[in-house]
């Protein structure tokens, strides 16, 4: 999964410097954020197994 993300999010560096149109590179960036947020809730929410 974090590959996939690493994926949309250079895909989606590439649409801004590459596409002249403002709703492609718009779409890229929201998917790419959501992506993003998706796995940084999945990783918040999950227990750190800590024996000090």
Do not use: E, N
């Not at 649409?15 to 809730?41: E, N, P």
Request: glycine letters at 2%; zero cysteines.
């Amino acid at each position: 999964m974090d590959t996939i993300v690493f994926a949309l999010i250079l895909v989606s560096a590439l649409l801004i410097i590459f596409v002249k149109k403002r709703w492609v590179v718009v779409l890229g960036f929201a998917v790419a954020f959501i992506a993003t947020a998706f796995l940084f809730s999945h990783h918040v929410t999950s227990v750190l197994d800590l024996s000090f």
